[in-house]
Each structure stands twice: as C-alpha cells, then as structure tokens.
C-alpha cells in the first residue's frame, strides 16, 4: 500500500441480510468499518476467518466498528445462491449485516470485489473514519495484529509492519484461500 | 446399544459423488464400512467430524477400511442441493464416495437416515465385515477412541465403554451438532 | 481498576537472564512496558502466556515495546531454581529480559509479586509511558483483546471493557492457573 | 524395525513416583505396557506427548494397559532433578508411574534410554503382553494411529505403515523434540 491513503469505493450489493436497511460506507463516514470478503464454500473463510471476525465482534462489542459481512462469489456460482447463504448465516450464527456483491457478468468476480481489487477471499478491508482504506489482506492475519490494527483504526492508523502475507499463489483454492482469477483486479 | 449385533440396513442414495458405480452395503460385505452422516452447512460437520474422516482416511490408507459419506439433508433443503454438494466436496478435498440420502417426501428427514434411526449431523456408522453395526454415534468421537475402534473392526470387536456421547438434546444445531427432528428417528 | 491510573510500583529481582545489565522501570520511563508474571512448572504459563508472550513480541517487534519476564515462585521453591530456570529459558526459545522475582522470607510470594499485588501465575502488567499501570491480568487475555489493549499503550489507552476475567479462586493451580496464597495480596 | 519383534530390555529405574512399589517389565508380562520417555523441560513432552499420554488413559481406563512414565534426563541434569520432577508431576495431574531412568556416568544418557535405544524426548515404546517391543517411536504420533495401535497391542499387532516419522535429526531440541546425542544410541 502506498503512504498516501486510498478513499475507499462503495459497495454494490444485490441483496442484504442482518439489516433492515441497505448499508453504504459513505453513511458509515465517521466510524471504523471492518468489511469482510468472504465465500460460504471456501474453507478458509469458514475455518479460520469468520470464527476470527466473530471474535472481533466480541472484543470490540462495546465501540462503534462496524463489520459487515460481503459475499464475493467469483466462482461455483450456482452452488452459493442467496437461498444457501441465508441457512449458511443461520447455521453459523452470522448476526453481522451481510450483503451478496453484484454480479454483472462483466466478470466472473463480482462488482465490489473488483472495486477494491481483492484477490480473493477471505479477505478483509478495514476503513478509517474518513473513509479512507487503512490496511486491505488477502487471508487471515494474526489475531494480535488484528486487533492492533482495529484498536488503531478507533483512534489513529498503526505503521503496516505487522501484516502477515498469505503465500497462495494463482487461482482457485489452496491452503483455506480461494485466489480469484487475475482479471478481477484488472477488470475494475 | 444390545450386546445382540443388529444387521446394518441398506443404503438409499439418490446420486453418488467419487465413484463410478453405485455402492450398496451388501456388495461391501466382508469389508469393514465407516459411513459418515454430514450436511455441509453443518458447523460441526465441516469443523469436526469431515477432518476427522480425513485423517482417518491418511491412516488406514493402506487397510481395506470403505469410508462413505452420506449427504443426509433434514433441513434447508432449498439451501443443500446436489450442485451445492457437488462444489462443496471439490472444495473441501473429499475424495472418498459421498451418496445423497434419498429423500421421500415421507419426512423431512432422507430414507437412509431414518432406516439407520440416526439423529442428526454429523453421525457415524461403523459396520463390521459381517454387515453388523458395530458402533453408531451421533456427534464426534476423540480420535484415540475412533483409531482404536477401527482397528478392532479390521480384526475384532471393541467394546463400547469408550465411547464419548454428545450432549446435544432437542431439534437444531447448537455447538456444532445439527439434531434431527424426533420424528426421523420414529418414522423408520 | 479505578479511573485513576496508579503509579507502577519497581521492581526487586535477585538474578537476570537475557540481558547484560539489570533493568528497572524507572531507566524504562517513556516505553511501554509488558510485564509477564510466570513460574516454570505453571500448565497455564507453559501452554497459554508464553506462547502469547512470543507471539506479541513478533507482532510488535518494530515497535519500542519492552517485553520483561519475571519468574515469581511462590510455591515448590526448591524445585523452581535458577539454575533450572536458566535450562527452561533455553530450551523454550525466551529471549527477551527475564528477572527471578527476589525472595525475601517474609512470604511465600516473592517481593514484587507483593508490590504489584500479583495474585498468581500467569499474570501480566501493562505499564504506560507515564509508568502507570495501564492494565493487570490474572490469567490470558485473548490474543486480539491483547493486541488492541498493547496498540493503544503505544499511543493512548483503551477502556477495560474488553478484559477476560480469569475464574479460578482459592490457592494453588487449576484450569492451568496457578493462584499464590491469599496472604500475598494483603503484605504489600 | 525388523519384522522379528525384539524381546524389551528391563527397565532401569533410581526413584518412582506414583506406586508404591517399583515396578519392572518382566513383572508385568502379560499386559500391554506402553512407556513413555520425556523430560520436564522438553517442549514437545510438555505441549504434545504428555497430553496425548493423558488422552490415551482416559480412552482405555478400562482396559489393562500400563502406562509408565520413564524420566529419560540426557541433558541439562542438575536442572531437572527428582525435586522438580516432584512438583511438575503435581502441577500436571500425571498419576501414572513415572520412574527416573537411572544415570550411571558412562555416557549423558540414562540406562534405560541406553537400552532401548532411545533417540531423545519424548519417545514412546508399546510392549505388547508377550514382552516383545510391538513399536519404538522418536516424536509423537497421530492420535488415530496411537489409538489403533494400542488397540491391536491389546489383542494383536498392527502394521507398522501408520507410523509418522519426526523429521528432527541431530542433537537438541527443535520443533519440541529434544534428541539425544549419537552416543546415546551407540553405547547399548
């Protein structure tokens, strides 16, 4: 990431869950937003990064982060349909808002995934109170760098020294990560 | 469970996955079955029982042990269709044969779930060389417990005092367990 | 905690591994400093802190945050060495500055156990750059609770609302805690 | 290991702790006794064999296995003496028989380590009810084949292709396991 900070593009999403409102982050402006890429057949998201942002909601259950949940399908499209994701969020007890990124068929990955060049999920994007993109991973990082980074984003940004970098490579699932087709990050 | 060995029932599958004919517990007699009962919406079926089942597999690579899984759909049955399943166990790495438990219409819980009184997911059935149900579980066993049970059933019965039972009571899923309804274990 | 942060009180140790000189808070005024309460022959210490102990000195290693041990024996002294401690600290990988928590007879706790008012192992203190007390801990924190709480020392303090209490009472070591004698709290 | 099991040598033991009498191989003919080699400051005995050991008494408590604990102190000596061997045995609720393997100055190594042949902690060795040496084994197994080995160790041997190799070579600890010096094996 470059020392000069990123705005952060909008979500475009075709359908929600968990809120009784459609959410934009440009509503959200003044709080920390922690937004979550995730697939309900990836097993990386479902072992190890929805039980990490379930823990967040916990810790930080009393400040004013918001999660929200985005489901980036870019592949075994007809499998992770709106009706599975909504017994998947039962299931697994996801109580966050959580909304399905648009296909447009311009691309396999959908809209919001390509707006922020995610390279495939899990992947999470954590976004300052003005706005701005403080820190965007591809896989799952330490929890205590986690939580730094967020307690950071509450009050001010913390250097990027303590990433941890996923190693996967290329397309399709590997190690838990689901890599997205190169085109998604140049197809914004 | 009687000290009388009941004979294993027979299995009633509407498409198998990994295999390239159908199987039937009575063509595998003379070979010790371990019949794995999942849903892959299931929390404690992906977080559990499936990697148990993998390395179960690892270790009796070399025996002539039949794993078979079994898709026992009893709930969000719009949610676990056979395309869902079917990229579900690309993603997941399961090799071994998967059948979908037939589904009737009678209940809500499939046919080979209620011929087997099984009461939710995961569940295991571990069935003796003669086609007898050595061992039946609903919940996941402690690895020490589930190597030293097979071993007996590739020569020998073990008895049942190690058997950790899951203490999951009513209908849903709670700490990974997804119970059936009562019904599916009446309606055999 | 009251609102009021208190002053740390020093410390008093009779022998230090890992570093050339001896270290007192006073010389630390103006870093953070992570203070971490163990014994050797503690389950909870072994098997939980020091893990995260190591695993928040690689996540903050570019930071000025002072990692210090300290070995507060206040039970089985005469199987708790110095010299077995030196072989512990080898053969566990401690690297950062670990000081034995001086014995004076007139407890079993050892002098800045007392001054801290440690109630057993593993405990950790968090001291500010003022030298205040910014958070102290009997047992483990979960590891995003700690980093966000180490990330805000480095910069400001957090609200203690996201404290894991730790549950064992009474004297001796349970649940991998191991609680000093009551008597260790009021000879401060 | 050939596929002549060897007859196992006698134990040779300074202090038992938990029986009230010593006790020797040649006594216990008859049943499977599975003997493990640690020492209290292996990392890999403390954080992996140990509590594997402590899994495996609890799946079998109803069987005749004996479990025995041999103190196998190859380095580091004057800090891990019978007093904290004491204390730790406390401290981590082990209640089998744990005998400190006996050190005669011909070599860093005790004599029973010498004897079997031991490459370092934690080691394990199950003996099968005729005395023979059924599995030798540097490292720490997978819990399935651990319990499908003892399994057949209390009716009839299993093959040996479940075994997990350590990868460790040399002398000293790394990635836990503590591995003795060459001499040790030579001097039987």
Request: net charge neutral; proline share 6%; glycine share 8%.
């Amino acid at each position: 990431m470059s020392t000069t900070m990123s705005s952060s593009p909008e979500l475009a999403v075709s359908e929600w869950f968990n809120t009784a409102a459609p959410l934009t982050l440009a509503a959200l402006r003044g709080r920390p937003v922690l937004l979550h890429s995730f697939q309900l057949l990836c097993p990386g998201c479902v072992g190890q990064s929805i039980p990490q942002i379930q823990r967040i909601e916990r810790v930080f259950a009393h400040t004013d982060l918001q999660v929200i949940g985005l489901h980036t399908v870019f592949e075994h499209h007809a499998a992770m349909t709106a009706v599975t994701l909504r017994a998947f969020l039962h299931e697994y007890r996801i109580t966050h808002p959580v909304g399905v990124d648009r296909a447009d068929g311009a691309s396999d990955a959908p809209v919001t995934m390509r707006r922020f060049g995610l390279r495939g999920t899990p992947s999470s994007v954590l976004i300052g109170r003005d706005g701005s993109i403080l820190h965007q991973l591809f896989g799952v990082e330490d929890d205590i760098a986690a939580g730094a980074r967020i307690a950071m984003a509450l009050s001010a940004p913390l250097p990027h020294s303590a990433t941890i970098h996923p190693t996967t490579n290329g397309h399709g699932c590997a190690d838990g990560l689901c890599a997205a087709p190169t085109s998604s990050k140049t197809s914004i």
